[in-house]
Every structure is written in structure tokens, then in C-alpha cells.
């Protein structure tokens, strides 16, 4: 009955749909980027586990970045509006989103490109990309488990887990045959 109950919470579907979808394709392409960083770019397989390195490098300049862009948001934003945007978790959801999929656009036109590209420059950008997505998403699901029903936070929280969980598993499943 609770589950059911937040279901019919249009902020928390979205939210759950959200989670599922974008953490379908954030456990994904870390299956497929190996395999294409040997195919295209003739990596080896120590060189191309090597890639990871540097996307989770990526991930915590991500981090770090809305972490500096929240901290200034709270001490400057109620005088500038410029840094009260800063520190919209959600717009840094958004934007990481946006992000990750110009880095996964430019992957994509790597492959066309005769391994001319400067594949770890975009595999640090996608993972900057990932952080400042999972550290916006991880702060708005936060937030939104306040919002709804009463007493139903640890519902949300569950069902948002759920959510990840199955799409990660998913994610490997759909990474590897990809």
C-alpha cells in the first residue's frame, strides 16, 4: 500500500524514471568504452582498463566542482543570483546529463576518426560529466524524499534505490552485449 501510495506521486515517478534511466546508461558505458578503446584505438587491455583511471579522475573533479559551486552558492547567493543558480542541485543533475551525452557524442564520432581523437581528453570530460551528475542527483533525491506523503521518505529512498539497482544490473546485461 505504501509503495503504491508514492507511486501516485508524480515527483517521485519522474524521479524513479529518472534514476533508472540515467543509471541504465552510467553503469553501461563502462563496458562498452574498453572494448572501443581497444577496437578503435588499439589499446590493449592494460591500457584500456587504464582509461577507467582516468574517467573516475574525472568523476571526482566533477564531485569537487558542485561541492566548490555549492559552498559558493551558499555564502554569495543571496547577494548574486549568478551563484545562487550554482548551487541548484538539480540544474547540475540536468547539466551532467547534457554533458555526458556530448562526451558520449564525442566518442561516438571517434570512431570515425582513424584514432585522431583525443580519447582520454573526452573519456576525463565524461567522467566530469558523471560527477557533477551523481553528486546533483544523489543531493535532489535528498531533497525530493521530503516531498509527498508523509511519513513515506524511506519508501521514496527504497524505491529510488530499487530503481539503480536493477538498472546497474541491467546496464551490465545491456554494456555487454552492446
Not at 42 to 61: E, I, R
Not at 72 to 92: D, I, M, N, P, T
Not at 104 to 113: D, N, Q
Request: proline share 2%; with cysteine; aromatic share 10%.
Amino acid at each position: 500500500a505504501a509503495l503504491t501510495q508514492v507511486w501516485a506521486e508524480p515527483v517521485a515517478r519522474r524521479f524513479t524514471i529518472f534514476v533508472f534511466v540515467s543509471m541504465l546508461a552510467y553503469s553501461a558505458q563502462d563496458l562498452i568504452l574498453e572494448p572501443f578503446a581497444g577496437q578503435v584505438f588499439g589499446y590493449s587491455p592494460g591500457a584500456s582498463t587504464q582509461l577507467a583511471g582516468v574517467q573516475h579522475g574525472g568523476v571526482l573533479l566533477g564531485m569537487l566542482l558542485v561541492a566548490a559551486a555549492g559552498a559558493l552558492s551558499a555564502q554569495w547567493g543571496a547577494r548574486h543570483g549568478v551563484w545562487r543558480a550554482l548551487g541548484s542541485l538539480r540544474g547540475w543533475a540536468v547539466a551532467g546529463c547534457v554533458a555526458s551525452a556530448l562526451a558520449l557524442f564525442g566518442l561516438a564520432a571517434a570512431g570515425g576518426s582513424g584514432g585522431q581523437w583525443p580519447l582520454k581528453a573526452n573519456v576525463f570530460l565524461l567522467g566530469v560529466a558523471n560527477g557533477a551528475f551523481s553528486i546533483g542527483a544523489i543531493g535532489s533525491m535528498m531533497r525530493l524524499a521530503n516531498e509527498g506523503r508523509h511519513r513515506r521518505e524511506g519508501v521514496r529512498m527504497g524505491l529510488w534505490g530499487a530503481a539503480q539497482a536493477v538498472s546497474f544490473g541491467l546496464g551490465g546485461l545491456v554494456g555487454t552485449a552492446a
